[in-house]
């Protein structure tokens, strides 16, 4: 492989180690705003990482090659490996007492926006360790977001952003200029964010509260400040407040931004919006009405907890309000069903995704017909355009790619020695970048604390690949790759 290629990569994998160690700073600010010793950890790390990073530019700096697949599939995977060791740095270091594993799965949980977490008495830790948990998750969030919109559909892996920039529902291209475009992105994803935090602290929550539960739930990451999670503010309207933001943030955000800032309300036409919806209702209403009813829980309240939590999981962020395997024996099937699906491409959230359904469910119906009429030619279609055959072959290689490592990972957690519910949902939770599993050890209300360092290396692994689209992480096993 091209030495300048390497050069390249390792220069902007530098330059993003140099944001990230200026981000440390801002919790470094709030430690020593609340008198936490943590204060120097963050300061100290900030300056460890900043020096090797930027020794790392100067000494990779120069003319960079033409942008190419290749680079692009090694840059996204060495982008997301030097996030996950920097963000573990300061967690390592700090007075938690963590492995490196331990340190490395938390800061993979955050980056990836998975919201899994080995750390137990978050009610009573430094503000410090809280707020860089909460920026790793939306700045994670940024990350991942970009990576749909920008990089994915030109890698023709895990994107459909080309269908909605460059198809006739919203016109050729929604702006000009792709740095236009990225402006518009980050205003939008601030603007959120805002929003988010005012409506959290009107409605009761801490100032600091707010501000860190709004940065996870803008990333569908699921960190939250406190061991109950939201079970903690036992308020309904900011359940509801959370679910509307959960939800809105699993949508396209190049929908998004054209809707805002062009007004072009025929975006929302999207099929992939109204699938994802509309398993959202399915299931929020299904679980709401089975616990009512199997429960006796009032159908309000039964109603907004069940809302809330299948979109968080649906959303892939991982906030709970109470323990929903509690409920019974279906909501436990919807639950662990609900991980796989993922809300849409171009999103923060993670899963399979809805387009992919979309798509799939096109092809067998073009396939049933087929059967009818076999010399007739039926195209597979999402909305106005045709699906052509590399995207469809996409789809099955990402299906088919995805169940085998959750059944390869599945085996391995169970070798470990976990009983199957915790070994299954482990695997998948991290894959789809959800959160919490079902069992009593990972489940809603319980954590991956009590996990050794060789099954959290395991379910690292597996974070990275779901966040990553899978075959992106998977193509650099192929021997071709690194020929010249």
Known sequence: MNATLFRSVVYIAALCGLYLSTAMLIPAMVDLYYGSDDWSVFTVSAALVGGLSLTAAMATRGPPPA?????????VNVLWAVFSVVGAIPLYFSNLDLTFAQALFESISGITTTGSTVIAGLDTMSRGILMWRGLLAWLGGIGIVALGLFVLPFLRVGGVSFFKMESSDIGDKPFARIATFTRAFMAVYVAITFACIVAYDVAGMSHFDAIVHAFSTVATAGFGNHDNSFAYFDSLTILWISTFFMTLCSLPFSILIVLVVKGRLDALRDPQILVFLGYIVAFALAAGLYNHLRNGIALPVALTHSFFNFSSILSTTGFASEDYTLWGPFAVAAAFFATFMGGCSGSTAGGIKAYRFVILFNIIVSGLKRLIYPNAVYSVRYGNQIVDADTQRGVFLFFSAYIFIWAIGSMAMALAGYEFATATSSVITALSNV??????????????????????LILSLAMLLGRLEVLTMLVLLVPIFWKS
Do not use: Q, S
């Open 67 to 75: 942008f190419t697949k290749r680079m692009g599939f090694l840059l």
């Open 435 to 456: 959160g919490p599993g079902i069992g009593p050890l990972i489940g809603p209300v319980g954590n991956f604390a009590m996990m050794h360092d060789p099954e959290l």
